[in-house]
């Protein structure tokens, strides 16, 4: 029997929010990523409000909450979730975050230590850009102003590995709808900030509270053999599916199995 999932807003610097939240037990706090929005974790919620409180939110320019501005660093994406949290009144709680809701997690959990049990990078890196991607990104910025739709149907592809590409036509289709929904401000702010963040390598590597890894095998945008290595060296638990970037899509189960396995760890 499914929870139903219970949509909120909540106002943040005078733009609307839109959260969920779901169930009861330990708080596991679920950060989409680029282009995509709190839908793309409903398969998920539905497992991990058995044993848990699962709160989702659309990020600034994401989904149904509005944008804030034409620059959104990590760090205001990171302030806007603390506001809904204490919203909420919760004062201790797990992140999981995919892509730059991985890079979120991050930034919240260096700015408030005391409030994280555990942190899953979830197809995510603790390393910021290095100049060649800075360089991808401004040039996507540039393209997003004059042929935006074409720019999102190419990248977006370009997450998921090819056999995915033929596996799951549907459900990227779907996907792609989600992130098509994006504005191109939105896309804008988001790729701005994301070229500024910061490099959380020793933060994360030196942080105490309970960590995780997931990484697909065939992820074009991760550098997979280079956080393998640096799982193993610092003992980091770390889970390496069989595709892409996607893995809520292409490795569903497996990733579903691999998250409550870190949720039961972080008790």
């Known amino acids: 029997?499914?929870?139903l999932q219970m949509n909120k807003f909540i106002t943040y610097k005078n733009i609307q929010v839109?959260?969920?939240?779901t169930g009861k037990g330990s708080a596991i706090v679920l950060l989409h990523g680029f282009l995509e929005n709190s839908s793309m974790w409903n398969d998920i919620v539905h497992v991990l409000t058995r044993k848990n409180r699962v709160i989702t939110i659309d990020l600034l320019g994401h989904g149904n909450t509005d944008c804030l501005g034409y620059i959104q660093t990590m760090n205001d994406y990171a302030q806007m979730v603390k506001h809904v949290l204490n919203?909420?009144?919760?004062?201790?709680?797990?992140l999981i975050g995919h892509s730059m809701g991985g890079y979120i997690a991050l930034e919240f959990a260096h700015m408030f230590p005391d409030s994280i049990k555990g942190i899953c990078l979830m197809n995510a890196t603790f390393e910021n850009d290095n100049e060649q991607r800075k360089l991808l990104r401004t040039r996507a910025i540039k393209m997003a102003t004059t042929n935006y739709t074409n720019l999102v149907r190419m990248s977006f592809t370009n997450l998921f590995s090819e056999q995915s590409?033929?596996?799951y036509k549907l459900e990227i289709k779907n996907a792609l709808t989600e992130a098509l929904k994006t504005t191109v401000r939105s896309y804008i702010a988001s790729q701005e900030g994301m070229k500024?963040?910061?490099n959380y390598t020793e933060f994360f590597k030196n942080a105490p509270f309970k960590?995780?890894?997931i990484l697909g095998r065939k992820d074009s945008l991760i550098n997979v053999d280079k956080l393998i290595s640096f799982s193993i060296k610092n003992n980091i638990p770390t889970y390496v599916l069989s595709e892409g970037h996607m893995s809520h899509i292409e490795n569903k189960h497996e990733l579903i199995e691999a998250l409550t396995s870190f949720i039961r760890s972080v008790r």
Do not use: G, Q, S
């Open 165 to 167: 590409r033929e596996t």
């Open 87 to 94: 919203h909420l009144k919760l004062r201790k709680y797990t």
């Open 1 to 3: 029997m499914f929870l």
């Open 211 to 213: 960590k995780t890894i």
């Open 18 to 21: 839109h959260y969920t939240d």
């Open 196 to 198: 500024i963040r910061k």
